[in-house]
């Protein structure tokens, strides 16, 4: 739709294009090629925006100049809105009410927007930010090093996918016209994560040596741990645990594979001790609803730990609740939920100076719920009924978990070969 070409002697860069069946050319006065490809991408989005009808060209306007100066007639814009970049951004964020999305998931919006206002200025108008300018925030956010490692490209495709979000809530209220300039964008390749490795597995990796202290981390971010484990793990947490409802915490995020976020908004009311199962509130299944539910089986144990913890539970609606005082020596009141920071501390506390000090948080045992249920040859269907929110990329993380039923078709194919 446009083209560049370059001026042997100068140096300076112009630019070709076509609108109305007729062409034009003009200079760039720069030779900077990148800042000239910038020019290329807003002429040809504002060349989509005038054929969609999205801009009107003034009855007087020379269409090659008011293409070049982003629809610019005597310093005025002439689209409805203008608005700057910040703006859709800020506005968006200070629109959602309460309840809306899950804390965490807006404080990563929050996040993203931080991260675009960093190479999208916020003074500039947001109807000129094209997919070139897109792209070239992919290329530079994936240059970034954080923590010693670089940016992940499923990060920036988040952050990406947030521009997107805001962009399609602001074309929806007439803050912004035409499509995302966000398509067709090209993201480095990356890799797929681990598949879930037991204790002594990693144990073994560590041994071999060569390991950086993230890689090391990285290793065990992958750990589940086996029931036996699982079993050991609480028994000692049942004789380290300071507070009453610590012990209960931990049993239900293992023995039903819950969120931490799930296990804090858990109500009393949402146990059934006569049908033995639980009701789990998830905010991430559904974008039409802000609150759905699964219902998970209750075992053995954690009929017992919530039975025990109810008898001496501090009141109020909240299935895991801190009594007056928590470990801080901060008082609050009576009943209140745990706030996930605190969830958190318990749960490190608690495995501190222990060898579970290893486990990173409470999504390796939802990691190991799902693992262990898989190992045992669990139908995929209630595993993903119980877990909710299953993703194939999760799945193929412990798929190598069902050695018996693969070692039967291996050994149905080629079974007899080695006799």
């Given amino acids: 739709m446009a083209s560049l070409?370059?001026?042997?002697?100068?140096?300076?860069?112009?630019?070709?294009?076509?609108?109305?069946g007729r062409a034009y050319k003009r200079s760039l006065k720069t030779c900077d090629?990148?800042?000239?490809?910038?020019?290329?991408?807003?002429?040809?989005e504002m060349i989509r925006l005038l054929e969609r009808g999205?801009?009107?060209?003034?009855?007087?306007?020379?269409?090659?100049?008011?293409?070049?100066?982003?629809?610019k007639v005597n310093g005025k814009l002439a689209a409805h809105e203008n608005r700057t970049v910040q703006e859709p951004l800020r506005l968006y964020l200070q629109s959602l009410p309460d309840g809306a999305k899950e804390h965490t998931t807006l404080r990563t919006e929050q996040t993203h927007v931080s991260h675009l206002l960093r190479y999208l200025p916020g003074s500039r108008l947001a109807q000129t930010v094209t997919t070139a300018d897109m792209q070239m925030y992919v290329d530079k956010r994936v240059k970034v090093r954080y923590r010693g490692k670089r940016i992940r490209p499923e990060t920036v495709r988040k952050e990406v996918a947030t521009f997107r979000v805001i962009w399609n809530w602001a074309?929806?209220?007439?803050?912004?016209?035409?499509?995302?300039?966000?398509?067709?964008?090209?993201?480095?390749?990356?890799?797929?994560k681990p598949p879930f490795m037991t204790w002594d597995d990693i144990e073994r990796i560590e041994r071999r040596g060569g390991l950086t202290a993230e890689e090391k981390k990285g290793l065990w971010e992958?750990?589940?741990?086996?029931?036996?484990?699982?079993?050991?793990?609480?028994?000692?947490?049942?004789?380290?645990?300071?507070?009453?409802?610590?012990?209960?915490?931990f049993?239900?995020?293992?023995?039903?594979?819950?969120?931490?976020?799930?296990?804090?908004?858990?109500?009393?009311?949402?146990?059934?001790?006569?049908?033995?199962?639980?009701?789990?509130?998830?905010?991430k299944r559904s974008r039409d609803k802000s609150l759905t539910y699964r219902r998970v089986q209750m075992s053995d144990l954690l009929v017992k730990a919530l039975k025990e913890w109810f008898s001496d539970h501090p009141g109020g609606p909240w299935t895991i609740c801190a009594p007056l005082v928590v470990s801080r020596g901060k008082a609050r009141p009576?009943?209140?939920?745990?706030?996930?920071?605190?969830?958190?501390?318990?749960?490190?506390?608690?495995?501190?100076?222990?060898?579970?000090?290893?486990?990173?948080?409470?999504?390796?045992?939802?990691?190991?719920?799902?693992?262990n249920l898989a190992a045992a040859g669990v139908d995929q269907r209630i595993i993903d009924e119980w877990m909710g929110h299953q993703t194939d990329e999760m799945r193929k993380r412990y798929r190598h978990l069902f050695p018996d039923q693969q070692q039967k078709v291996i050994d149905s194919v080629f079974g007899g070969n080695g006799k």
């Fill in 334 to 371: 009576v009943g209140v939920p745990l706030t996930p920071s605190e969830a958190h501390d318990h749960f490190k506390r608690t495995l501190s100076d222990s060898k579970w000090s290893r486990i990173r948080g409470f999504h390796v045992l939802r990691h190991s719920f799902a693992s």
């Fill in 5 to 20: 070409e370059q001026d042997t002697v100068s140096g300076r860069y112009r630019i070709r294009f076509r609108f109305g």
């Fill in 222 to 249: 992958c750990l589940f741990l086996h029931a036996d484990e699982i079993q050991d793990m609480l028994d000692d947490v049942r004789q380290r645990a300071r507070h009453a409802f610590v012990f209960p915490m």
């Fill in 54 to 71: 999205r801009f009107d060209l003034p009855q007087d306007a020379d269409p090659g100049s008011f293409i070049l100066s982003d629809g």
């Fill in 251 to 283: 049993v239900f995020a293992a023995h039903t594979g819950a969120r931490r976020s799930e296990i804090l908004r858990s109500q009393v009311d949402d146990v059934d001790f006569a049908g033995r199962s639980m009701l789990i509130r998830e905010k």
């Fill in 33 to 44: 090629r990148r800042e000239a490809k910038g020019v290329v991408g807003r002429v040809e």
């Fill in 171 to 192: 074309l929806a209220r007439g803050i912004v016209c035409g499509p995302s300039p966000s398509r067709d964008l090209q993201y480095p390749k990356s890799e797929q």
